[in-house]
């Protein structure tokens, strides 16, 4: 299928991307797309206009628009699941009838998130209280989907912060529920228990703890704890009390459900005003991927430049480099997004997959990366895009001159990534410094920056919530439209199975309770070490 890209990709391979720019003056507008306030600059990378035409064809060939009309209108394109996929609904909940099951969506979903913000006006004022008074810690339990974009987001807004501290139990390692609760007081601390199925072991475990701490601490659990689910009977089988479940539909995945219930810890933090905010920001995303041409359409175009770079160039990884600290936690909402979504072998048929997918994804904010792994992305022999975000305005007027810097820093990378810096360059350099003969040479050869790595930057004025929910909504579309070109599922996950299913066999043989025969060696010895191992 990329046969065509790919010929053309050995072509203009060894062009630079610096000359790209002396050929063509206006390079930077023709290879960026803008919506609304925000700007997508995919200049610094390989990509001409016969590469982009070739790309989008790929858009028309794979149909992209009739994919997307379908999650859109609630088809069931989660096929292996037999599923709508949904979730642009719930940014969207003054949207017309859309009927799934020939039932209108929309009227529960705006009854939901109406009661999602009586709840937390209630906990936000005070009026809706534990035995310990008004509610000053909520604690998310969740995992996965469950977890990554409601602390992704609470962090992200922290300027918009004016409701109770929130804290984020995931793991099941138990310090990471000890460490926290620790700090807190269990009759003014709201437990939300998030999880879609209410069965995931590592949620269902914390959430038991958190229980008997509640309970030990002279707290109510029948105040004091809710739930966002899509189970009603596994909600009502902890316990949790109807009026403090907050339900939702099969049709939201996991990984894509912090714009409904699953986003209450958010709205509880930053207020339902914002929250809706946020929303909006996705909804304008999505209008925004539904009517513009390809060329135009940012989340079309961001996904184009990830297949350029990984099905067609080769490259495996791409860095997600936000000069954002409040964007700390994005690379791993990202990893969840793109590598839960597009780490597939298979294609919707069954076939194998006759190209790689789903890029490793990995990143850190600026400018800390850039004394950690950035000596890599500079002059390591791998080729590796990086993708950077970055805010023209930071939300501290008082320390504006950080944020010179680190835009200075940003946009710095970038210019060195593709510039680089020759052997001549270096060879002056060093005999600027008084080097010459072989040890010169020898020294030159280590300052010399290969460049032509190609980069991309995603620019916006500052990160409020509703730039927060373009953001999302548009790496969002862009698994999509890349899942979409390669024919697979994005909306399923069977690959996480099988390791929670040799979990469950395992516990008990750490427990003692069964025998290990039948575990391969390697297993057999490890379970004798920890069973060895006496505290
Ligand atoms: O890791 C698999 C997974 O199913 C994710 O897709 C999901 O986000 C996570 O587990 C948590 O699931 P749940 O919300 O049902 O607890």
Redesign the pocket.
């Known amino acids: 299928m990329f046969t065509d890209l790919k010929s053309l990709h050995s072509e203009i391979c060894s062009e630079d991307i610096t000359d790209l720019f002396d050929r063509d003056p206006d390079r930077a507008a023709t290879f960026s797309v803008r919506h609304e306030t925000l700007l997508f600059d995919y200049s610094k990378t390989r990509i001409t206009s016969r590469v982009r035409t070739g790309l989008t064809s790929l858009c028309e060939e794979r149909g992209v628009a009739a994919k997307r009309d379908a999650m859109f209108r609630g088809g069931r394109i989660n096929e292996t699941e037999k599923r709508a996929v949904l979730h642009t609904a719930l940014r969207d909940p003054e949207g017309p009838e859309l009927l799934v099951d020939g039932e209108d969506i929309r009227r529960p979903l705006r009854e939901t998130l109406e009661r999602m913000e009586d709840l937390a006006r209630r906990v936000r004022s005070g009026a809706m209280q534990g035995p310990g008074g008004a509610f000053t810690d909520v604690v998310n339990i ?5 977890d990554l974009g409601p602390v992704m987001a609470t962090l992200a807004l922290a300027p918009y912060h004016d409701g109770p501290r929130c804290h984020f139990v995931s793991n099941v390692d138990g310090a990471h529920i000890h460490d926290i609760l620790q700090r807190i007081d269990p009759r003014t601390t709201l437990v939300i228990v998030a ?3 209410f069965t ?1 072991v590592e ?1 269902m475990t914390n959430a038991g703890t958190a229980r008997r701490w509640v309970e030990a601490g002279g707290g109510d659990p029948a105040q004091q704890f809710l739930a966002l689910s899509t189970s009603e009977e596994e909600t009502e089988a902890f316990g949790i009390p109807q009026e403090h479940v907050f339900g939702f539909e099969d049709w939201v995945g ?2 894509y459900s912090v714009w409904g219930p699953i986003g209450l810890s958010v709205m509880l933090a930053v207020g339902p005003e914002n929250f809706r905010a946020f929303l909006a920001g996705g909804k304008a995303m999505d209008d925004h991927f539904l009517s513009a041409p390809w060329e135009r359409n940012m989340p079309v175009m961001l996904a184009l430049t990830g297949i350029w770079h990984n099905q067609v160039c080769g490259y495996p990884t791409r860095a997600v480099l936000p000069y954002d600290q409040r964007l700390r936690r994005l690379p791993a909402y990202l990893q969840q997004l793109e590598m ?1 979504s597009n780490g597939k072998s298979v294609a919707m048929d069954g076939s194998a997959l006759p190209f790689p997918s789903g890029p490793v994804v990995w990143g850190e904010p600026g400018t800390n990366g850039q004394h950690a792994f950035y000596q890599l992305l500079h002059q390591g022999t791998s080729v590796i895009p990086a993708e950077f975000l970055v805010a023209a305005m930071g939300h501290e007027p008082e320390l504006a001159h950080h944020h010179k810097l680190l835009v200075a820093n940003c946009l710095a990378q970038s210019e060195a990534l593709m510039r680089g810096r020759g052997l001549d360059e270096a060879r002056a350099r060093m005999r600027a410094e008084g080097y010459e003969g072989a040890e010169l040479e020898r020294q030159a050869r280590h300052r010399v920056f290969p460049g032509n790595r190609p980069s991309t930057t995603l620019i916006y004025p500052q990160l409020t919530p509703y730039v927060l929910g373009q953001i999302i909504a548009l790496y969002e579309h862009r698994v999509f439209v890349e899942g979409v070109i390669l024919g697979i599922n994005s909306f399923d ?1 069977w690959g ?1 199975e099988l390791g929670k299913e040799l979990a469950n066999t395992l516990a008990p043989l750490l427990a003692g309770e069964t025998n290990p025969d039948g575990k391969d060696g390697s297993t057999r010895a490890l379970l004798d070490y920890v069973r060895g191992t006496k505290g």
């Open positions: 969740g995992i996965g989907g469950s999880s879609k199925t995931t949620t996991g990984r839960e996950q996480v």
